[in-house]
């Protein structure tokens, strides 16, 4: 059976930045990248809708820690004129993903993984073909756990051709943040005319970007430090309040970003628990913002409604309320991993805790409870070269 000193296990942007890692950092010995049963970088950036942008500017997409701005230089190599700070389809990004992923020369898997167990000093890694191998040191970098009913394997799976419901028909959106959106647009770009009804508790979409002054380093730790010590959910959402009277709120919320796995971490687990039940979808809706001309698209669509309550009758409802957190463990193959006492259910009930052990690592969506700030590609390529420094000084 074929052995490797690392094996990392997905094939989405993280696991393309794990490799990149291992790759430039020298993993010590024979890596392998098992990318799972997907041919792409996932739905975010496989969608071949021009109106999906980032929501991150260009120059922040980078796949390199050191390079923030590597996406950007690479799109002026591909003669694609974007200013530093515009938001791009991402289906640019994927295919800036693809050419990265060329530079991966050792070898590569496209199964999936079953189960992952301990055989003497290696991880016995099972695959769904029937075949398996041995790693010294894993790196999981599954995602963050979908839904059943996700959204987007409904949207990349239409055939060509899809005739979308008469316009006296409604079509419903379960949930109003940036998944909603994307449907909303997509929907629009498929012909669908009629009525678009997204409900949510919010019943508001997610915010927009704007242009704004970021706060200068010093007053974002004070404030960090300030949230340190917050003793209940609306203490820390007035202590939040507070600052946005003394700079705007776009600026307060971004400066509390590097930042939020620190303060994630101090609080109390009890104050945790009751900011993950009332504040998370405030925070998804002022964090996660959509890129401004995204927004006026929205606004200047007298048939897109947004509400609390659902529509009184549908053509169908697309479920938007985005990751499924609490299906973690029963993601492949943690149920193993899970069972074996290497890997723990997070307290929250949302993820799983990160690894104590010195040979495995978890990077990405799937630590969302001890994290939160754990999808976005900043947090990911941060993730990825730290998993790889650890695992391979060992
Ligand atoms: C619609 C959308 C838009 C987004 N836009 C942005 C944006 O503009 N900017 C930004 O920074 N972030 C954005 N994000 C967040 C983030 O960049 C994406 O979610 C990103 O795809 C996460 O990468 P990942 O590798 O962690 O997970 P995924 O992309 O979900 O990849 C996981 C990989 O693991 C594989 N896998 C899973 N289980 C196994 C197994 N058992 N065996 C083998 N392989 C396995 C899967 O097949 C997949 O290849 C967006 C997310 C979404 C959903």
Redesign the pocket.
């Not at 094939?11 to 393309?16: D, F, K, N, V």
């Not at 999906?52 to 991150?56: D, M, R, S």
């Not at 199964?111 to 079953?114: D, E, F, K, R, Y």
């Not at 990077?363 to 799937?366: A, E, K, P, R």
């Given at each position: 059976m074929q052995i490797y000193d690392l094996a990392i296990?997905?094939?989405?942007?993280?696991?393309?930045?794990c490799a990149l890692a291992a790759q430039s950092q020298g993993s010590g010995g024979k890596s392998v990248w098992?990318?799972?049963?997907?041919p792409?970088?996932?739905?975010?950036?496989a969608?071949p809708f021009d109106v999906?942008?980032?929501?991150?500017p260009a120059e922040?997409?980078g796949a390199y820690p050191d390079q923030p701005n590597h996406f950007w230089r690479w799109l002026q190599e591909q003669e694609l004129t974007f200013a530093a700070d515009a938001?791009v389809p991402?289906l640019l990004?994927g295919r800036y993903l693809s050419s990265l992923s060329t530079q991966w020369d050792s070898d590569q898997i496209t199964?999936?993984?079953?189960a992952a167990s301990r055989e003497a000093d290696a991880w016995r890694v099972q695959?769904?073909d029937g075949s398996a191998l041995l790693a010294r040191t894993l790196i999981?970098?599954?995602?963050?756990p979908?839904q059943s009913a996700d959204p987007?394997d409904w949207l990349l799976a239409l055939p060509p051709g899809w005739a979308p419901p008469p316009e006296s028909e409604t079509i419903a959106l379960r949930g109003s943040g940036?998944?909603a959106v994307?449907m909303a647009l997509a929907l629009r770009a498929l012909g669908f005319r009629g009525r678009i009804h997204a409900y949510s508790r919010s019943g508001a979409w997610s915010q927009s970007h704007a242009p704004t002054k970021p706060l200068n380093p010093a007053d974002a730790s004070k404030l960090a430090d300030d949230l340190t010590s917050a003793t209940s959910a609306s203490d820390v959402v007035s202590r939040i309040k507070r600052a946005t009277g003394r700079a705007p709120w776009r600026s307060v919320i971004d400066a509390l970003r590097p930042h939020s796995a620190r303060l994630w971490s101090v609080w109390p687990i009890a104050l945790r628990g009751r900011l993950l039940r009332h504040g998370l979808s405030p925070w998804n809706r002022h964090r996660?913002r959509m890129a401004p001309e995204i927004a006026a698209l929205l606004s200047g669509d007298d048939n897109l409604v947004v509400s609390q309550a659902p529509p009184t009758s549908a053509a169908f409802t697309l479920d938007c309320t985005?990751?499924a957190y609490r299906n973690a463990t029963e993601?492949?193959?943690m149920p193993s991993l899970i069972a074996d006492g290497h890997v723990q259910r997070h307290s929250l009930g949302r993820g799983v805790a990160p690894p104590e052990r010195d040979d495995l690592a978890i990077?990405?969506?799937?630590l969302f409870g001890a994290l939160i700030e754990?999808?976005?590609?900043?947090?990911?390529r941060a993730q990825a070269w730290d998993a790889v420094r650890r695992l391979c000084s060992t």
């Open positions: 296990i997905g094939g989405g942007p993280a696991g393309l930045f098992i990318r799972g049963g997907r792409d970088f996932g739905p975010a950036y969608t999906h942008v980032l929501n991150v922040r997409m938001y991402r990004y199964s999936v993984v079953i695959l769904d999981l970098a599954l995602g963050p979908r987007w940036l998944t994307d996660h985005g990751f993601a492949l193959p990077v990405g969506g799937m754990t999808t976005a590609v900043p947090e990911l």
